[in-house]
């Protein structure tokens, strides 16, 4: 309960992976990928601190420091992000228009523990939505890749951003009156 009040299930997380997505189509419709890759990896780089300040402006506590949940939540995230990052640079460097699809499927791992840690299914529908989504993407429409996958991974999390104060506050109530049933027993 204290984790979906304070950290607002990382909906500044969210706001910021939409905004990076974003980004990522703007600059695959502008530069040809061997130019627009390096803009790519340079954003990867902005997605916390946005994040951050994402999370402040809505009143979330960005770390929820204190809490066991939340700090695992932060533990995992930055376990993905550090064991993925090699295979991010090996694209960057080797193969540069898997790029945008190793992108899509690793930095939604750690949404699995999510689910778990605020007791919703919303965090692993959108990855599991998501990495199938890229995944087929990327065999079927080659030609499309560059501005698909970062249209339908920025589609998926403005979908959770929109979803998120509502599945949270039903959530929520659904806890409360929980508690109070088993209070009153």
Request: glycine share 8%.
């Amino acid at each position: 309960m204290e984790l979906a009040q304070i950290s607002q299930w990382n909906i500044g997380y969210f706001i910021s992976g939409f905004i990076f997505w974003s980004f990522v189509t703007v600059i695959g419709l502008l530069f040809p990928v061997t130019i627009a890759r390096i803009w790519w990896l340079v954003g990867t780089f902005l997605i916390f601190p946005v994040a951050v300040g994402a999370s402040r402006l809505l009143g979330a506590d960005p770390f929820s420091k204190g809490n066991a949940f939340g700090e695992l939540v932060g533990y995992t995230h930055m376990s993905v992000i550090g064991l993925t990052f090699p295979l991010v640079l090996v694209a960057f460097f080797f193969f540069p228009e898997a790029l945008l699809l190793v992108m899509a499927i690793a930095y939604c791992v750690d949404f699995y523990v999510m689910t778990w840690a605020f007791g919703t299914r919303i965090f692993g529908l959108h990855a599991a939505f998501r990495t199938v989504a890229v995944t087929v993407i990327w065999f079927a429409f080659p030609e499309w890749r560059v501005l698909l996958i970062p249209i339908v991974v920025a589609v998926a999390y403005l979908v959770t951003i929109v979803a998120i104060p509502t599945l949270r506050r039903r959530w929520l109530k659904l806890q409360g009156d929980a508690t109070d049933v088993v209070s009153a027993a």
